[in-house]
């Protein structure tokens, strides 16, 4: 399985931004789906954005027109850019591959990371 780190967290006020980056170990080129998952303190964690090898994106509601989720192949990398922040947004951050072999999932994630909105 592919190994992820992410860095780009940290504390940032209401209506700021900021972008997470997701670096995997090898090629992403043949990596199925790449996305951002999020965990808020007590609650579950939820699906934010995902990109597929063939470049479709999908994103969750609530960060639908805000979010853009991107990659660049040749960085082995990918990225969240996160604009119009809200309090809401605030949680731990999770990086997440899916590779689908012979009908099976393989899931790799990141360390997570924290991002902090404030008022």
């Known amino acids: 399985q592919v190994q992820l780190v992410e860095s780009g967290g940290g504390l940032v006020q209401a209506g700021g931004s900021l972008r997470f980056s997701c670096a995997a170990s090898r090629s992403i080129f043949n990596i199925n789906a790449m996305g951002w998952y999020r965990q808020a303190p007590g609650k579950q964690r939820e699906w934010v954005a995902v990109?597929?090898?063939?470049?479709?994106?999908n994103y969750a509601d609530s960060v639908k027109g805000r979010f853009t989720i991107s990659r660049d192949n040749a960085k082995n990398t990918v990225y969240l850019q996160m604009n119009s922040l809200k309090p809401e947004d605030t949680a731990v951050y999770y990086c997440?591959?899916?590779?689908?072999?012979?009908?099976?999932?393989?899931?790799?994630w990141g360390q997570g990371t924290q991002v902090t909105v404030s008022s």
């Open positions: 997440n591959a899916k590779q689908v072999v012979v009908g099976t999932i393989y899931e790799s």
């Open positions: 990109i597929t090898s063939t470049g479709s994106t």
